[in-house]
């Protein structure tokens, strides 16, 4: 069963330690900043859309990383508060309209783990463009994060 709860922890950990890599490095351009920018920003926008709230970024808008490293652990909070939400109505679903204008309705709980997935594809290509600047890059594998950081798993001696 898949554990969004689990899910979520790696993926706001991960973001945060790309996040900290960004603002450790001297970047010869915005795109990685960009990116990432972007991954923050998609959490606001879906979170605007399950809570009816107002989301104050677009989707593309650049963020310097230490408003990055606050809006990720702001958003890590919403989304254990909407998770809290869906326990106590499993078919919550969220009727939103998209950027194309076209309305659409989706179970939130498939919301959030699109939001995780998004998370991981957009952090490749930053850690991508990250590496090809010779700049050293975070380690975030899902496994090294149950390994090291969750100590989850002991060495078989």
């Not at 330690?17 to 960004?22: P, S």
């Not at 702001?74 to 309305?103: A, C």
């Not at 991981?120 to 463009?129: A, E, P």
């Given at each position: 069963?898949?554990?969004?709860?689990?899910?979520?922890?790696?993926?706001?950990?991960?973001?945060?330690?790309?996040?900290?890599?960004?603002?450790?490095?001297?970047?010869?351009?915005?795109?990685?900043?960009?990116?990432?920018?972007?991954?923050?920003?998609?959490?606001?926008?879906?979170?605007?859309?399950?809570?009816?709230?107002k989301h104050n970024s677009g989707v593309w808008d650049i963020?310097?990383?230490?408003?990055?490293?606050?809006?990720?652990?702001?958003?890590?909070?919403?989304?254990?508060?909407?998770?809290?939400?869906?326990?106590?109505?499993?078919?919550?679903?969220?009727?939103?309209?998209?950027?194309?204008?076209?309305?659409?309705?989706s179970y939130t709980k498939d919301i959030l783990m699109h939001?995780?997935?998004?998370?991981?594809?957009?952090?490749?290509?930053?850690?991508?463009?990250?590496?090809?600047y010779g700049l050293e890059i975070p380690y975030i594998d899902?496994?090294?994060?149950?390994?090291?950081?969750?100590?989850?798993?002991?060495?078989?001696?």
């Open positions: 069963m898949i554990d969004l709860i689990e899910l979520s922890e790696y993926d706001f950990w991960a973001n945060g330690e790309v996040i900290d890599c960004l603002s450790r490095s001297d970047l010869p351009e915005n795109k990685p900043l960009k990116i990432m920018s972007h991954v923050i920003n998609a959490y606001g926008l879906w979170f605007e859309r399950i809570e009816k709230s963020h310097l990383p230490e408003i990055l490293k606050s809006k990720n652990q702001e958003y890590e909070k919403t989304f254990r508060k909407i998770l809290n939400e869906i326990k106590s109505d499993p078919e919550m679903q969220t009727v939103y309209v998209n950027t194309s204008g076209e309305k659409f309705a939001l995780i997935i998004h998370s991981s594809y957009h952090r490749g290509q930053v850690i991508q463009l990250l590496s090809s899902y496994i090294h994060y149950k390994r090291k950081i969750k100590n989850r798993i002991s060495k078989n001696e």
